[in-house]
């Protein structure tokens, strides 16, 4: 299984980092959520932490998104040493989506109503 | 405490001190937040006759307890203080994301008093918060104000602390101390009407920053994730909810045209023949809109960004808005859909109120064509439908240039230095919205007793099934009036919990968010309380009887569909429903019933006519 993100539907709500970070810390703070939500002027572009990285790399390209250029950085789902998101912001452990457990139950894509989140078969 | 963070931020601009205070559990208790605690904070500690746009005057920013919990359409933030345009209680609320991002970074309310020597913007990070420098922002236009703000941070944070940070500023309308001046944020929406925009430029505050990496609590994570999961439920099934999605508030400027209820030519008419083509609100959507943009923990994203194709009008804005559409377009005669997007534009870059600036205008309009505004004072002719004049004269307005100075005052000023007040169609001061009341007349009562002057934000239309019998409609503008300063409390947004949409869902969040039980009763009684405090703040700042009144032209002159507003009879009648005597002042059994009391003096003040 996997999430698919269709970026044209996101509105840059940020419900799905509120339900991220109920579920995995009781409370609600969208900065200790497996999921961030970056919001440009002309698309929002919804990014889901993958695995840690130990090194900071060298793809800082461009990227195109619905005709918007971003920084590779940005979309990069790594959380790594040179980037302050998918880290626990006061400890800098690093985060990963679990997809909410076995089986996968992911609570961004339950509290998405545009439906920029689907959960599919990989 | 759980939803509310417990922290009070209080920034002296004069001297540079900053202090953390506690928040009473007592005003979160009886004033819940927002609106409500933000007036209470203002009446304890401001005299409300003071200069608004003297140092003496304050700001508070203030959020609520459902502010950054994520409840649907509850990511709201209302500044609270007292207007320079009316000279009454002002608490314009905005969406995006600056509400919460405060919350995150620690605070319920962030008090600003006192004024700045020069230009300053006001830094929270967390516990970082920093009062620096604004010269070089001052002057700037309000996107390019956000955009030197953000290279400039870039210094010390990446792209994704940028991303969690908010900001608010004031453009060059504000600096100049335009009376209907917006405090602009994330990137084109307003704390719009009241001119509050005018109090932090008189205050040299240029701008605030503000995020953080706080959590919010919630007492019954369960029961509130269940009632998320509700809400989004219904809400996928609601018709009306429906039609926000898609257009936003751009499914109106039709509707009211066909009704016969649009302003039109500084409120002579009802009916503008170009606003046909609204009547589709496709054609709006498929012209303009580049995109939803949702305020924080909104699913419905009713605010759209949109772009216009004319290169002197580069990148995009948000609106415009029905209440825009109405006072910048048809209002002053026109209604081609780009030249209302420049007028929008011009009006957000500049960081004036839309509405008032349209009713301004307008008002200008129809003293020139009359006769009794002579062309040499503009410099140009400007009748109705003459957009050249109305964007030249924006562009003036909020630099004070040439006939921009007396603009700058707003309508009721120019209206009286030409010798026909009667022409200025506002309330306090303050421009009247898109819905003409002359087709709806309890809308005509909710303009003129509103505590903040000619706005549509206070109450609902009625609209609504359970609500259309004539004979109800004033109990139902009280209850309004009342419920409303609630939901402008917890902080909900008025535009998807107005009225009876999901009326009982404010106590299911206040419960499940707060652990608070509110009864109805009790919640009834707050929201009435909250509503006779600004009126005993208004009758202190020096409000009378003649302040709750409509332009002569409503109440007088059958306009739109034969009708008059009967002010003479409707006003009485609801000053007796609210406990008001004859001169709208609070009895002492009223005061009593809501826990509130009345200075000795406040009532003689009141009675000066």
Redesign the interface.
Known sequence: MRIKIDYAKCTGCRLCQVACSLQHTGSINPQRSRIRVFVGEDVCLPVIAGPYTEAACNSRGKVVINGLEVDGCVVCRASCPVKSAFREPDTGIPLKCDFCGDPPDPQCVKWCDPGALTLVDA | MFGWKGKILRIDLTTGNRSVEDLSPELCREFVGGRGAGLKILMDEMDPRIDPLGPENKLVFATGPLT???V?AGGRFVVVSKSPLSGFIANPCCGG?FG?NLK?AGYDFLILEGKASSPVYLYIRDEQVELRPAEHLWGLWSTATEHALRQELSET?????L??LSIVCIGPAGENGVRFACIMAD?GRAAGRSGLGAVMGSKNLKAIVAGG??????AD?EG??QA??GF?DE??ENRVLYARRMYGTWSLPGRANKSGTQATRNFQEGYSKAFEWYEDPNHVRDHIR????????????CSK?SRIDDPAYP??TKGPEHESMALLGSNCGFGDLDDICRANYICNELGMDTITAGATISCAMELYESGFLPEEDLGFPMGFGNTEAMFALLHKTAVREAFGAVLAEGGRFVAERYGHPELFMGVKGMGMPAWHPQGIEIIGLQYATNNVGGSHTKATLPFYDGRRDPAEHLKWAKYDQDYIALVDSAILCWIIYHGPLWGEKLQVWLKTVTGIDYANEELALMGERIWNMERLFNLKAGLTKKDDALPKRITDEPRVKGQVVHMDRLLPEYYALRGWDENGVPTPEKLEELGLVMESGDKDDANQD
């Open positions: 950054g919990t994520g649907p994301y919460p995150y944070l990446d792209d994704w602390q991303n969690d990137g990496t706080g959590s919010v609590e919630v994570v509130y994730r998320v999961m989004l809400g996928r580049v995109r939803d943009e949702a305020c924080f923990g909104c699913p419905f994203a960004r990148g995009t």
